[in-house]
């Protein structure tokens, strides 16, 4: 129950062409200089080529770059790039999206120094533009002592002791209860759903299908904790 979840931060880097898109983008803009796909004496610089240098270069930042004791997790979650019904014509720019969660705030400011700056440098080499945008969104979700004492005592109370766990580690899932804890003292807690009968995993999975025999269980909880 006392677990530190989250730390969400969206955005990362956004990379663009010589020859700017308008419109905002929460992560990553890789572009071409303008080049005419019919005119094979011409060099065309493909976007495509720098965004697969920039995703696999940000993997560095996790695994070389940071204190291996302190947390942190580097995605990109989406890719968007020309138009499945014209692939002949060489896209203008990639959008690359994702996420960056650590839990201390010298990692995050880390995170977002190094993938802009990885963002311009993998632009200029393959000789592309880039304009990083990085958007701070979550703090971790820290719960409070005493509060996180009174959930662990009223869920032993209603769901006996064995399933009443309060040494979960701390995990990088997103979560925005972390601004009413930051405004509020309280605690955040978890409902197990699992049972044999949904082996489909934890949510936020496309197979995942709740268990509703799990709410008289949390009905009972929040009525204890009352």
Same mark, same amino acid.
């Given at each position: 129950?006392?677990?530190?979840?989250?730390?969400?931060?969206?955005?990362?880097?956004?990379?663009?062409?010589?020859?700017?898109?308008?419109?905002?983008?929460?992560?990553?803009?890789?572009?071409?200089?303008?080049?005419?796909?019919?005119?094979?004496?011409?060099?065309?610089?493909?976007?495509?080529?720098?965004?697969?240098?920039?995703?696999?270069?940000?993997?560095?930042?996790?695994?070389?770059?940071?204190?291996?004791?302190?947390?942190?997790?580097?995605?990109?979650?989406?890719?968007?790039?020309?138009?499945a019904k014209a692939?002949?014509?060489?896209?203008?720019?990639?959008?690359?999206?994702?996420?960056?969660?650590?839990?201390?705030?010298?990692?995050?400011?880390?995170?977002?120094?190094?993938?802009?700056?990885?963002?311009?440098?993998?632009?200029?080499?393959?000789g592309v533009a880039?304009?990083?945008?990085?958007?701070?969104?979550?703090?971790?979700?820290?719960?409070?002592?005493?509060?996180?004492?009174?959930?662990?005592?009223?869920?032993?109370?209603?769901?006996?002791?064995?399933?009443?766990?309060?040494?979960?580690?701390?995990?990088?899932?997103?979560?925005?209860?972390?601004?009413?804890?930051?405004?509020?003292p309280g605690a955040?807690?978890?409902?197990?759903?699992?049972?044999?009968?949904?082996?489909?995993?934890?949510?936020?999975?496309?197979?995942? @299908?709740?268990? @509703?025999?799990?709410?008289?269980?949390?009905?009972?909880?929040?009525?204890?904790?009352?």
């Amino acid at each position: 129950f006392p677990a530190t979840v989250d730390p969400r931060d969206a955005g990362l880097a956004r990379l663009i062409s010589a020859q700017p898109v308008a419109g905002p983008s929460p992560l990553a803009r890789l572009g071409r200089t303008l080049a005419d796909v019919l005119a094979p004496r011409r060099a065309v610089v493909w976007a495509g080529l720098a965004a697969a240098a920039f995703i696999q270069a940000i993997q560095a930042i996790v695994s070389r770059e940071r204190d291996p004791l302190e947390p942190a997790v580097v995605s990109v979650g989406a890719i968007a790039a020309g138009d499945a019904k014209a692939p002949n014509v060489i896209p203008a720019e990639v959008r690359l999206t994702g996420t960056a969660r650590a839990f201390s705030a010298a990692v995050r400011d880390r995170l977002e120094a190094r993938l802009a700056a990885i963002a311009r440098g993998i632009a200029a080499t393959h000789g592309v533009a880039a304009e990083p945008s990085y958007t701070r969104r979550l703090s971790p979700t820290r719960n409070h002592p005493d509060h996180a004492a009174r959930m662990v005592s009223a869920a032993a109370a209603t769901l006996g002791a064995e399933h009443a766990r309060d040494d979960h580690p701390p995990i990088t899932a997103g979560e925005d209860f972390s601004s009413f804890l930051g405004a509020v003292p309280g605690a955040y807690a978890w409902l197990g759903t699992g049972d044999p009968a949904h082996p489909e995993g934890v949510h936020h999975n496309p197979r995942f @299908d709740f268990n @509703d025999a799990a709410l008289v269980h949390g009905a009972a909880f929040w009525c204890g904790l009352a």
